[in-house]
Nanobody, 115 residues
Framework: QVQLVESGGGLVQSGGSLRLSCAAS????????MGWYRQAPGKQRELVAH???????QYADSVKGRFTISRENAKSTVYLQMDSLKPEDTAVYYC?????????WGQGTQVTVSA
């Protein structure tokens, strides 16, 4: 059974930085494309960044140039470095595979950016 555990969120001022981590278990992590998603109150969950098994990355336009996704296969962990944070980045952040079918979602980690 796949388990995803996100961490690293918190409260930060506009312009600040956070680094999120997602530890995966129950899978051969290295073969999967992984993604970071977020869901703001009253909005649908959206994909903000994904990284292929071989390392190629892509980003949503809203975070391009500010967020960096990376992975460490030996630790079955995917990271999201978030810089120049804006209040509109406030959301619960989740990781999952990039594409269907999704695994069971973890609890997510709350990111709150104050103006």
């Amino acid at each position: 059974q796949v388990q995803l555990v996100e961490s690293g969120g918190g409260l930060v001022q506009s312009g600040g930085s956070l680094r999120l981590s997602c530890a995966a278990s129950g899978i051969i992590f290295s073969v999967y494309d992984m993604g970071w998603y977020r869901q703001a109150p009253g909005k649908q969950r959206e994909l903000v960044a994904h990284i292929a098994s071989y390392g190629n990355t892509q980003y949503a336009d809203s975070v391009k140039g500010r967020f960096t996704i990376s992975r460490e296969n030996a630790k079955s962990t995917v990271y999201l470095q978030m810089d120049s944070l804006k209040p509109e980045d406030t959301a619960v952040y989740y990781c999952n595979r990039n594409g269907l079918p999704f695994w069971a979602w973890g609890q997510g980690t709350q990111v709150t950016v104050s103006a």
